[in-house]
T-cell receptor, first 113, second 117 residues
């Protein structure tokens, strides 16, 4: 079974731009969570989607948004990029209810110049 | 209340030695404690996990020890190998209020383990 895939793997943007990241969960997994990883703040929860609905949200500004499609694929959008948004953005998928385990993708490395 | 405190920040161990990483939490609602291993350029991978109804769980060279009363848990890597060199994260999570939601992981700050050959 294929793992969680994320595209693109690397992105370079400039301040003020917006960016969209994509995540395809493991087949059959219906929950997708997004995390931001930085050297200073570590791994922080952004939000979680299940059945195309945002079920949970971390403490991030409204510039960070996401959505989930009917096939469980998810996208994350960051508008008006700031230098501090440079990070590794990780997507994790899980079955929900039948298992607590979340499986992470390789991440998208975003650099904001 | 949501924090998970992890120590040490970095650890250097000789090949064949025991690596020990410690974590502590405050939120008594946490009921699932996974450990993740992350190699450079990769996402975190689940290594081993424990629930508070047991005090120890072992999988191969990896053991989690759990002390519910102290709200502490630790990862022991026996016979550490150079291939174990990675960053290790402890995490904790509680049952979500919405039964349809996945668990939200609260991570420790990570421990960079280096195993010398």
């Amino acid at each position: 079974k294929a793992g969680v895939t994320q595209t693109p793997r690397y992105l370079i943007k400039t301040r003020g731009q917006q960016v969209t990241l994509s995540c395809s969960p493991i087949s059959g997994h219906r929950s997708v969570s997004w995390y931001q990883q930085t050297p200073g703040q570590g791994l922080q929860f952004l939000f979680e989607y299940f059945s195309e609905t945002q079920r949970n949200k971390g403490n991030f500004p409204g510039r960070f948004s996401g959505r989930q499609f009917s096939n469980s694929r998810s996208e994350m959008n960051v508008s008006t990029l700031e230098l501090g948004d440079s990070a590794l953005y990780l997507c994790a998928s899980s079955l929900v209810r039948s298992t607590d385990t979340q499986y992470f993708g390789p991440g998208t490395r975003l650099t904001v110049l | 209340q949501q924090q998970v405190k992890q120590s040490p920040q970095s650890l250097i161990v000789q090949k064949g030695g025991i690596s020990i990483i410690n974590c502590a939490y405050e939120n008594t609602a946490f009921d699932y404690f996974p450990w993740y291993q992350q190699f450079p350029g990769k996402g975190p991978a689940l290594l081993i996990a424990i629930r508070p109804d047991v005090s120890e769980k072992k999988e191969g060279r990896f053991t989690i020890s759990f002390n519910k009363s102290a709200k502490q848990f630790s990862l022991h890597i026996m016979d550490s190998q150079p291939g174990d060199s990675a960053t290790y994260f402890c995490a904790a999570t509680s049952r979500p209020g919405d039964a349809g939601s996945a668990r939200q992981l609260t991570f420790g700050s990570g421990t960079q383990l280096t195993v010398l050959p």
